[in-house]
């Protein structure tokens, strides 16, 4: 059982960055896809970005390619969102999640584990 813990949200002005963490408690998790997805208030949980095991291959939502930027250290079982250029519809729930699959995993169905997430909040 793989657990997640996600770290980094705030509060922070509109232009603004963060950088979110995801800390992974078994190395298995090097071997699996990750991903980040947020749930803004009143909304069902969105796709964010994803990322392969090894780092090679991402994939964003278009909201916010450009200025989200996924990577990961698997030597410290840890998963990173740098968030740049942040506006107020970014305000939301982060939530890491691992997949038992290796590569890129758009789809909440195939991700098998999920951090509690972390608050975002963007201010006009």
């Known amino acids: 059982q793989v657990q997640l813990v996600e770290s980094g949200g705030g509060l922070v002005q509109a232009g603004g960055s963060l950088r979110l963490s995801c800390a992974a408690s078994e190395r298995t998790f090097s071997n699996y896809g990750s991903g980040w997805f947020r749930q803004a208030p009143g909304k069902e949980r969105e796709f964010v970005a994803t990322?392969?095991?090894?780092?090679?291959?991402?994939y964003y939502a278009d909201s916010v390619k450009g200025r989200f930027t996924i990577s990961r250290d698997n030597a410290k079982n840890t998963v990173y969102l740098q968030m740049n250029s942040l506006k107020p519809e970014d305000t939301a729930v982060y939530y890491c999640?691992?997949?038992?699959?290796?590569?890129?995993?758009?789809?909440?169905?195939?991700?098998?584990?999920w951090g509690q997430g972390t608050q975002v909040t963007v201010s006009s």
């Open positions: 990322i392969n095991w090894s780092g090679g291959a991402t």
């Open positions: 999640a691992a997949s038992k699959l290796s590569g890129i995993v758009l789809n909440t169905l195939y991700y098998a584990y």
